[in-house]
Every structure is written in structure tokens, then in C-alpha cells.
């Protein structure tokens, strides 16, 4: 049963081809990906739990394991230092960045970094930074520096995401004058000074398409990068990001794992999905 099931999404996949689109949308862009990036293995990384010890240095012994393993790009989650105030927990999130263009202490030095991206490049894969581009922590900078660059309330004071329960994040605004241009700055940064190799970005339909696709020419004006957007939008992949998440497919595999949907059901999931992704 198992394996007729994974023949029959495997035969699903293979139609979904340039005819299984939607004709009304206007045509894909020309893109050009990294060749290192096709058909890639792509490894979430959490620094802090990943060993006993959670720093940049006790990573490497790791490094040929995970190659042996398949590996093509190491996702590392976010490496800046973590808020304080309102801070969740006893640790913090990690989504609670304190310094775009710092390191959190706890991991290690900037030395210690370039070398974990120099010896991952080494093992002849890539690396990617985890990147929060839609709130900070309490405690950032520009809360005391540029007020102005994050949304408020009728009492003018800063508010968690719409809809969100992130208490220890504010929200920033993307219509104020200097916010795009300092978050851009921040991520070239890390592709300048440690030779990173692009981003997943986080909850990147909250933030402005312009900004995504006017930073991606920024950062490809370095060297090629790559870019993942946690999110599922069309227009996402116009210019900004070569991957984008394919959540509706997700939610229709777990379905039928559940017996909520049937093969026909998951075959209509899949052109939909189809209809959404470029070809590439």
C-alpha cells in the first residue's frame, strides 16, 4: 500500500509541467538560479542544540557527517544576539533579534564564524542565515535610534505583529523613510564580510515585495546567492526567491495520511500547487 501510494504521487509530480499551468497569468520571469542550488538537500541547523556544548566550534567536527549524509546547504537559525526585554523564556527566541549585524556571545566570535562558513565551504557545501526582516526584539537599536521606523498603536507605542502573539517582537515599518534601506545594508553585510551564500526569510509575506525584490539585485551584485521565503505567494517568485514553502501541499499530504482526503482530492492540491510554482 505504502509503495503504490508513493508511485502514484510520484506520477502526480511528473505532471506538473508547463502546460499544467494557468494560462491568464502572465509568464515567469527569466531566472537564473546557482547551479549549486538545483535539486539541493537543504539542512535546518539549530546552533544552540545542536551539541552539548551549542557553539560554532563544537559544529565542525559535524560537518563531514552531514555531507556523508546528503547535505547541499546548511539553513543555520538565527545567530544574532536574542532580546532581553520581553524576552520569552529563560533563553529567548531566536526571532528576537537584538543586532542584525551582531553575533550572538553564546555561540562563539565572528572568527569563530568564518570559520564554520570557510569549512562548510570546504565540504563543498553552502551555507544560508536565517533572516528576520519583519520585527526585532524590544531591545534593538533602532527602538531608541529611529521610533519612527516601527509601527504603533493610537498611543504611539510599538505593537507585536498584527494577528501575532510574539510579545517579545515589535513590528517594523516598512513605509517609513531608512527602514529598507538599514535592513538591506544588514544583509549584505553577512555576504560581504562572511561570504554567506543567501537567506530563508521569515514570514516574508509580512514584509513588502519591493524590498525583497530590490535587495535580492543587491545582494546578487555580490555573488550569485539564494533566497528561501517562508511563505506560499505567486509574486514572491518574480524576482526575490528561487523557493518558497508548498504549505497547501504539506497540509494535503497530512490528509491522506489521516484518510481526510482522497487520491483525487490530492491530485487537485497538486495542479493547484503547480499552477503557483515556476517550472524551474
Partial sequence: MRVSFLLFVAILLAQCSPQTGNKAL???????????????????????????????????????????????IIWLMPIQPIGEKNRKGTLGSYYSIKDYQSINPEFGTAADFQQLVDSIHAQGMHVILDWVANHT???????????????????????????????????????????QKAMADAMRYWVEEFDIDGYRC??????????WNG????????????????????????HAFDATYAWSFHEAMHKVHTGEMNAAGLKYTLAEWCNSTPQD
Fill in 215 to 238: 535587495v535580492r539585485v543587491q545582494l546578487d551584485s555580490i555573488k550569485p546567492v539564494w533566497m528561501l521565503a517562508e511563505w506560499n505567494a505567486r509574486d514572491l517568485h518574480d
Fill in 137 to 179: 526584539a524590544w531591545d534593538h537599536p533602532w527602538a531608541t535610534q529611529h521610533p519612527e521606523w516601527y509601527q504603533q498603536n493610537p498611543e504611539g507605542q510599538f505593537v507585536p505583529p498584527l494577528g501575532s502573539d510574539w510579545s517579545d517582537v515589535i513590528a517594523l515599518n516598512y513605509e517609513a523613510a531608512g527602514v
Fill in 26 to 72: 502572465p509568464p515567469w520571469p527569466e531566472r537564473v538560479h546557482p547551479e549549486w542550488s538545483k535539486d539541493a538537500v537543504v539542512y535546518e541547523l539549530n546552533v544552540r542544540q545542536y551539541t552539548p556544548e551549542g557553539t560554532f566550534q563544537a559544529l565542525l567536527p559535524h560537518l563531514n557527517r552531514l555531507r556523508e549524509l546528503g547535505v547541499d
Fill in 202 to 211: 521569515d514570514v516574508a509575506g509580512f514584509v513588502p515585495r519591493d524590498f
